[in-house]
């Protein structure tokens, strides 16, 4: 099976640009989950969906926005990077339960 | 914000001793989760214990959880160089949100 899949690996935007990070789960896996962990900390929850549904925010800015389409692919945007925006953006995924499955991760440089 | 706190933040063994990284937490729990990442890629999910729970085996691994003291612990035994790696605990409290830890940073020396 293939695991899940985030695009693209990297990124560099300049400050106030906008970007777009997109994640496909896990075939089946109907719940996507979003991540940021800035170097050196864990990773801080940015939003859940469960059928196209927004399930869970954390606390960022309404600069960050997501969406879920009909085959449960996902993207995350951002808009007016800021320096601290830089990280890396985690996707994960499950089938509903307990366990969630990472992709390998979107590393955004804001210059 | 983090939900849990690991300790140490670094840790450097000798291959072949155990490692052992202990988590502390603030809110009630449904479960507990620990993860590995290698070179700030992707996380790998190691094991779940469940708030009725207290301790869990896994291979090399053995996960501890006291919930009255909020606090868990991950032992890695017999380690190996490919256990080199950072390991996160992660709470899971209401709904499918995770709430990870600072993580502690392993270093096995062959």
């Known amino acids: 099976d293939t695991g899940v899949t985030q695009s693209p690996t990297h990124l560099i935007k300049t400050r106030g640009q906008q970007v777009t990070l997109r994640c496909s789960p896990i075939?089946?896996?109907?719940?996507v989950s979003w991540y940021q962990q800035v170097l050196g900390q864990g990773p801080q929850f940015i939003f859940q969906?469960?059928?196209?549904?927004?399930?869970g925010r954390g606390n960022f800015p309404d600069r960050f926005s997501a969406r879920q389409f009909p085959n449960y692919s996902s993207e995350l945007n951002v808009n007016a990077l800021l320096l601290g925006d830089s990280a890396l953006y985690l996707c994960?995924?499950?089938?509903?339960?307990?366990?969630?499955?990472f992709g390998p991760g979107t590393r955004l440089l804001v210059l | 914000s983090q939900q849990g706190e690991e300790d140490p933040q670094a840790l450097s063994i000798q291959e072949g001793e155990n490692a052992t990284m202990n988590c502390s937490y603030k809110?009630?729990?449904?479960?507990l989760q620990w993860y590995r990442q290698n070179s700030g890629r992707g996380l790998v999910h190691l094991i779940l214990?469940?708030?009725?729970?207290r301790e869990k085996h896994s291979g090399r691994l053995r996960v501890t959880l006291d919930t009255s003291k909020k606090s868990s612990s991950l032992l890695i035994t017999a380690s190996r160089a490919a256990d080199t790696a950072s390991y996160f605990c992660?709470?899971?409290?209401?709904?499918?949100?995770?709430?990870f830890g600072g993580g502690t940073r392993l270093m096995v020396k062959p």
């Open positions: 075939s089946g896996h109907k719940s």
């Open positions: 994960a995924s499950s089938y509903g339960g307990e366990t969630q499955y």
């Open positions: 214990i469940r708030s009725n729970e």
């Open positions: 969906y469960y059928e196209k549904e927004e399930r």
């Open positions: 992660a709470t899971r409290s209401a709904g499918n949100m995770l709430t």
């Open positions: 809110t009630s729990i449904n479960n």
